[in-house]
């Protein structure tokens, strides 16, 4: 079983920065991928971005040029990955959540609240 901590979300203005931690129970370079993910009341929660084990980002086209997904290969910090937002937009607003893949299953942390105001 993996565990899944979301931290950094919080109440920005548009045009301003945020970036997201995801804390794993284990190292992120054993799961098979990560990812982070947004939902809003009333809609489906939508794909943000993800990473593979071999540290290849896919970002989704409504974030392309102002999100970056990595990982921290620091030896002391082997167990977090991080969502950097710039340019922040209202439509951004949304629960984040990270999400983990190992062994055929998807775990997920219990999210974090980004609000951007215009």
């Known amino acids: 079983q993996v565990q899944l901590v979301e931290s950094g979300g919080g109440l920005v203005q548009a045009g301003e920065s945020l970036r997201l931690s995801c804390a794993a129970s284990q190292s992120i370079f054993s799961l098979n991928a990560m990812g982070w993910y947004r939902q809003v009341p009333g809609k489906q929660r939508e794909l943000v971005a993800t990473?593979?084990?071999?540290?290849?980002?896919?970002?989704?086209d409504s974030v392309k040029g102002r999100f970056t997904i990595s990982r921290d290969s620091r030896d002391n910090a082997k167990n977090t990955m991080y969502l950097q937002m710039n340019s922040l937009k209202p439509e951004d607003t949304a629960v984040y959540y990270c999400?983990?893949?190992?062994?055929?299953?998807?775990?997920w942390g219990r999210g974090t609240q980004v609000t951007v105001s215009s």
């Open positions: 999400n983990a893949r190992w062994r055929l299953h998807d775990y």
């Open positions: 990473i593979t084990s071999g540290g290849v980002p896919t970002l989704s």
